[in-house]
C-alpha cells in the first residue's frame, strides 16, 4: 500500500481527532451575574438595607438536621483523616448505657434548636425501622426469626422515645434516606422481581410503598425525606448492612419513584420531601440547577404532599454562585437548604457569618416563589465528618462560629427580613454576656469576615467565572481541593492562572491583604480580652453547652491568620510559577524562587504548629509540596526532553545515506541507519536483508531508554516506577508484536524485532517537542489553555502514530510488506498483551492513583473517585473487560500467527 495513502489516512485522521478532543473537552467560560455572597459583608449597614418597615411572618416549616447528636467524639478516627461521609450517629441505641447518652444529647440539642426558633428535625433513618411485613407474605425479604427484625424492634423503641420528646417540644419529625436504600436481603428480593430491577419499574416502587405505609401505621411520624442525587460508598456505615446507590437517574426514573410511593402520604398530613440535589452525571445531573430540566420531570407532578427541598446557590455550598434558579419555579411547596458548618471553607472553625448572604437569598427566592413554605438547616451535616475539625456542634470542639450561624438561620426562618444587626447583637449576648467588652470586636469579625473568606480563601478572578470542563461546571474553589487539600494538579493550577492572568497582582495582594486584616481583629480581640475577668476565660468543651470561651475564639482567629498566610504564599507562588512560564523573563523567574521560597517556610510553619491539633487541623501540602517539587526540577525535564529529542534527529540524521558515506567507522554506525530507514523511509527496508547481524539489542535498548526518558521528562523526573512501568509496557508490546509476527524464536534470521520498535521513536517526537518548550507543566498548561495548542500537538501525535502504522506495514527485515493476517496477529498478541499487565492492578481506583501522582494532572481524590467510579459508571468491571480483551486479543494474535513465519 503507498505510503501517500497512509499519509492522507494520517491526516483525516489527524484532524477530526483534534476537532474530537476540544469537543470532547468543551473548555469553555462566561462572566457570572452578581453573586448573593459578594461584596455582603464589610458595611454593616448592608444588613439593615435588606429590611422592610413590616416584620415578615414566619415561615411554617423550620427544619434542623440532628447535629451531632449520636456522633462519637474519638480522637483517633479524626487522626485517621477518614473522608467517609457517613455521620455514624446513633450507634449506641441498642444498649441501655448508649441510649441514654443519645437522649441526653438529643433533648439539649431538641431544647436549643426549639429556642431558636426551629420546628422539625430530619434524622437519618430509615432502612433500620421497616421490617417489610406486608411485602407479600410477610416474611420474604425478612425471615420471621431473623436477627434483623429484632434489632429493628429494638431501634424503633429507642428512636420512639426519641421522637416523641421532640414531638412533645413542639417539633416535627422527619426521617430521611437515599433512594434507593438497600440491605442485602432487600437486593436479593428486588434483584428477583418481575420487570426487572429498575428505576421504572412500578413493582421496584410498589414494595418500598407498602414499607412506608407500614412505618406510618407504627411510628408517629411527619414524613419522609428522600435523596437520589448522591449516594454511594462514601456514606456506609462499616458496621452496619446498609448501602445505597444512585438508583433514580432519569426523569422516567424519577418520577415512576414519585408516583410509586406517593400513595402512602394520600389523605394524610405528612410530606413527601424530595431534594433535588444532583451531582451533574447523567439525564437528572442538572435537576439541581436547570429549570428545563427540573421542570421536565417534576413538572407532571402534583401532589398536595411533595415539597421539594433545594439548596440556595446554583450548586454546592460555595460562595460566588449565583441564586438557584430552580427556586423561582414549579408548583411544589418549596424548602430553602442552607449549611452552617460550611464544609468548603474551614467547617466552623474560621469565623465565616452567613446571615446576610442567608437573608439576601431567603428574601430574593420568597419574593420570586409564593410556595416557599420553610427552610432547611444543616448544623452538621455535610462534608467528610472526620477529615475536618472534630467540632461537634453543642458537644464538643470549637463550634462558636457554627453556633452563630445556626442561630442567625433559624431566626430567619422566624422573620425573614430581621435586621441582622440585632440578631448579633442577641448572639453575642446568649454566648458572650459575661464579657461584653468584647462584643464590638466581635460584631465586626462578624460583620467583615465573609468579605475576608472571597478574598483570602477565594481566588476572585477565577470564582466571578462560570466554567465549564466536559459539560460540567467547575466549583469557584478549584485550587483548594475537599476543603484541606492545597492544589498541585496542572489542569487546575493552569485553568485558574489563565482566569487570573489579567489581575495577577491584585489577586495576589488580596491574600496578603485579608490575613493583614484578620491580625486586626486579632490584636482588637486580644486588647479587650485583657480587660475580661480571667473567671470567664476558658470553659472545658466536655462541659457541654455552655459560654464559649474568648480564648478559644481568639485560637481560631490566630489559626486563621496562619491559613491566610499559607493560602497567600501558595497563590503567589503557583501564579508567579505560571507567569514565569509564559513569558520566560529572568525577573519572573527571581519573582517565583522568592515565592517558592515563601511557601516552603510558611508551610513547614503550618504543619509545626497544627499538625497535631484536632480542633484546628493543618492543612494537607503533599499535592502542592509535589507540585512545587515538579516546578523546581522543570528544568532539569525541560533540558532532559531537548536533549532526547536532539539525540534522536542527531541519531536519525547520521542515519542518512550521505552522512553514511562520508563518515568513517564508529560504534553505532550499523544502528543509526537502522533507525533512519525504520522511521523515516521504512520502504527502503529491502536494502538490510543482507545484512547478517542486525543490531538487536541496541536498536531494542535505544527505543526503549526513549520512550522511558519521555515519560521521565512528562512527569518532572518525579516517578521512575513510572517511567520504569512503561519501559516494561514498550517491552511486552514489541515482545507480542515480534511473537504474532515471526513466532517465538529469535534468531538471525528475525530481523524485524528491532525494526518493529523503531517507529514508536515517532510517536515520542511530538511529545519531547512540546516538553522541550517550557517543560512537563508547560506542556499541561498549553494543552488546557490553548486550543490551538491542543489542535496541533493532537494533531501532529495522530498522523505520527499513523506513519508508525505504515512502517510496521512495509518494514520487514525479509523484504516484503506484511500479509494482512500475518500484522494483524501481531498487533492482537501485542495489544492483547499489554492488557494482560492489567490482572497486576488490584482495582480501577487503584489504577487512577496510580496515574495521579506523577503525572499531576487532575487530582484523584475520594470524592472525585467516587464521581467516576460510582456516578459516572466506571467501576471495576472495567477493568473485568479489559483483562477478558487482552486475554482474547492474545488468543486471536496466537491463532493467527501460528504457523506463519516471515
Known amino acids: ?12 485522521l489527524a484532524v477530526p481527532s483534534s476537532l474530537a478532543v476540544n469537543w470532547a473537552l468543551d473548555l469553555r467560560r462566561e462572566s457570572k451575574a452578581l453573586s448573593l455572597e459578594e461584596d455582603v459583608g464589610s458595611s454593616r449597614e448592608s444588613f439593615v438595607a435588606l429590611t422592610d418597615a413590616s416584620p415578615r411572618p414566619p415561615l411554617p416549616l423550620r427544619l434542623v438536621d440532628t447535629g451531632s447528636v449520636g456522633i462519637h467524639a474519638d480522637p483517633d478516627s479524626w487522626r485517621e483523616h477518614d473522608y467517609s461521609h457517613a455521620s455514624l450517629a446513633f ?3 441498642e444498649t441501655d448505657d448508649g441510649f441514654q447518652r443519645t437522649e441526653a444529647e438529643w433533648r439539649d440539642y431538641v431544647d436549643t434548636m426549639v429556642a431558636y426558633g426551629n420546628n422539625g428535625v430530619v434524622v437519618g433513618t430509615f432502612l433500620d425501622l421497616v421490617d417489610f411485613d406486608r411485602v407479600g407474605a410477610g416474611d420474604e425479604i425478612y425471615a420471621a426469626d431473623s436477627e434483623i427484625r429484632r434489632r429493628h424492634h429494638v431501634r424503633r423503641e429507642s428512636f ?37 430491577f429498575k428505576a421504572s419499574n412500578p413493582k421496584v416502587w410498589d414494595v418500598f410503598r407498602l414499607g412506608l405505609e407500614e412505618l406510618f401505621d407504627r411510628m408517629e411520624l411527619d414524613g419522609l425525606l428522600i435523596r437520589i442525587g448522591e449516594a454511594g460508598s462514601l456514606y456506609r456505615d462499616p458496621l452496619s448492612h446498609d448501602s445505597s446507590a444512585m438508583f433514580v437517574r432519569d426523569a422516567a426514573g424519577l418520577q415512576s419513584m414519585l408516583q410509586g410511593i406517593l400513595p402512602a402520604f394520600d389523605g394524610t398530613e405528612m410530606d413527601l420531601i424530595l ?15 436547570d429549570p428545563e430540566v427540573y421542570e421536565r420531570a417534576l413538572g407532571s407532578i402534583r401532589s398536595p404532599n411533595l415539597i421539594v427541598s433545594t439548596k440556595y446557590v446554583a450548586g454546592d455550598y460555595f460562595s460566588f454562585f449565583e441564586t438557584n434558579p430552580t427556586l423561582f419555579q414549579g408548583p411544589h411547596r418549596r424548602l430553602v437548604e442552607f449549611q452552617s458548618r460550611r464544609e468548603y471553607e474551614g467547617f466552623g472553625a474560621i469565623p465565616n457569618f452567613l446571615g446576610s448572604v442567608h437573608q439576601r437569598a431567603l428574601l430574593e427566592i420568597t419574593d420570586r416563589n409564593p410556595n416557599v413554605v420553610g427552610i432547611y438547616n444543616w448544623t452538621q451535616a455535610g462534608g467528610p465528618q472526620r477529615a475536618g475539625p472534630m467540632s461537634l456542634y453543642l458537644r464538643h470542639g470549637f463550634w462558636t462560629w457554627i453556633d452563630a450561624n445556626v442561630y442567625a438561620t433559624s431566626r430567619l426562618g422566624l422573620q425573614p427580613n430581621v435586621s441582622m444587626d440585632e440578631v448579633i447583637v442577641d448572639w453575642l449576648e446568649l454566648r458572650f454576656g459575661d464579657e461584653p467588652e468584647t462584643h464590638p470586636a466581635l ?21 466571578e467565572q462560570s466554567r465549564w470542563i466536559a459539560g460540567i461546571e467547575l466549583p469557584p474553589l478549584m485550587w483548594i481541593q475537599e476543603w484541606d487539600m492545597l492544589n498541585g494538579w496542572a489542569a487546575i493550577s493552569s485553568i485558574v492562572y489563565e482566569a487570573c492572568k489579567p489581575h495577577l497582582r491584585e489577586t495576589i495582594a488580596d491574600g496578603y491583604a485579608a490575613e493583614r486584616r484578620v491580625e486586626e481583629w486579632l490584636h482588637e480581640l486580644e486588647s479587650a480580652r485583657t480587660s475580661v475577668s480571667r473567671a470567664h476565660s476558658s470553659v472545658e468543651p466536655d462541659q457541654g453547652r455552655q459560654q464559649p470561651a474568648t480564648d478559644d475564639v481568639l485560637a481560631s482567629l490566630r489559626y486563621h491568620v496562619d491559613l491566610l498566610g499559607l493560602w497567600a504564599a501558595h497563590r503567589e507562588s503557583f501564579l508567579l510559577y505560571y507567569d514565569w512560564m509564559e513569558n520566560g523573563s529572568p525577573e519572573s523567574r527571581r519573582s517565583w524562587n522568592v515565592a517558592r521560597e515563601r511557601f516552603a517556610g510558611t508551610a513547614a510553619e ?14 494537607e501540602l503533599a499535592p502542592a509540596s509535589r507540585a512545587m517539587t515538579a516546578a523546581g526540577r522543570g528544568d532539569d525535564a525541560m533540558w532532559l526532553a531537548r536533549f532526547v529529542l536532539l539525540s534522536i534527529v542527531l541519531a536519525l540524521a547520521l542515519g542518512t545515506a550521505p552522512l553514511q558515506r562520508r563518515t568513517g567507522w564508529y560504534a553505532g554506525k550499523k544502528m543509526m541507519r537502522y533507525l533512519w530507514i525504520g522511521a523515516m523511509r521504512p520502504w527502503r527496508s529491502r536494502g538490510l536483508r543482507r545484512d547478517p547481524s542486525p543490531p538487536y539489542f541496541g536498536l531494542t535498548s535505544t527505543v526503549l531508554c526513549v520512550c522511558a526518558l519521555t515519560l521521565v521528562s512528562l512527569t518532572s523526573v518525579s516517578s521512575w516506577t513510572l517511567s520504569l512501568g512503561v519501559a516494561i509496557v514498550v517491552l511486552v508490546f ?17 530481523r524485524f524485532l528491532p525494526m518493529a520498535a523503531v517507529p514508536l521513536l515517532i510517536v515520542c517526537l511530538p511529545v519531547l517537542g512540546a516538553l522541550a518548550w517550557r517543560g512537563p507543566l508547560g506542556f499541561w498548561h498549553g494543552f488546557w489553555t490553548s486550543e490551538t495548542f491542543r489542535l496541533l500537538w493532537v494533531g501532529a501525535l495522530s498522523l505520527a502514530g499513523v506513519w508508525a502504522l505504515y512502517a510496521l506495514w512495509v518494514v520487514m527485515p525479509h523484504g516484503r510488506k506484511v500479509p494482512v493476517r500475518v500484522l494483524s496477529a501481531g498487533l492482537c498478541l501485542a495489544f492483547g498483551s499489554v492488557l494482560t499487565l492489567l490482572w ?27 464521581g467516576i467510579t460510582e456516578y459516572g459508571g466506571v467501576g471495576n468491571e472495567v477493568l473485568y473487560y479489559a483483562r477478558g480483551l487482552g486475554l482474547a486479543l492474545a488468543a486471536v494474535g496466537a491463532y493467527l500467527g501460528t504457523g506463519h513465519r516471515v
Open 734 to 750: 514489541i515482545v507480542g508484536l515480534k511473537t504474532g509476527l515471526t513466532g517465538p524464536r529469535i534468531d538471525a534470521k528475525d
Open 606 to 619: 503550618h504543619r509545626a504548629s497544627y499538625g497535631d491539633n484536632l480542633d484546628f487541623p493543618a492543612y
Open 160 to 196: 420512639g422515645r426519641l421522637f416523641d420528646y421532640a414531638r412533645t417540644a413542639g417539633m416535627r419529625v422527619y426521617v430521611k434516606t437515599d433512594m434507593l436504600a438497600m440491605t442485602p436481603e432487600l437486593a436479593d428480593y428486588l434483584g428477583g422481581i418481575d420487570g426487572g
Open 443 to 463: 460584631e465586626r469579625i462578624l460583620s467583615e469576615s465573609r468579605q475576608v473568606i472571597e478574598d483570602g480563601l477565594y481566588l476572585r478572578p477565577f470564582a
Open 91 to 93: 450507634r449506641d441505641l
Open 275 to 289: 431534594r433535588s440535589w444532583s451531582v451533574g452525571v447523567g439525564e437528572l445531573g442538572e435537576l439541581h440547577t
Open 1 to 12: 500500500m503507498s505510503r501517500w495513502v497512509f499519509f492522507i489516512l494520517g491526516v483525516a
Open 840 to 866: 497486576f492492578v488490584p482495582d480501577i481506583s487503584y489504577l487512577l492513583r496510580l496515574l495521579d501522582q506523577p503525572l499531576l494532572v487532575v487530582p484523584m481524590s475520594a470524592s472525585i473517585l467516587t
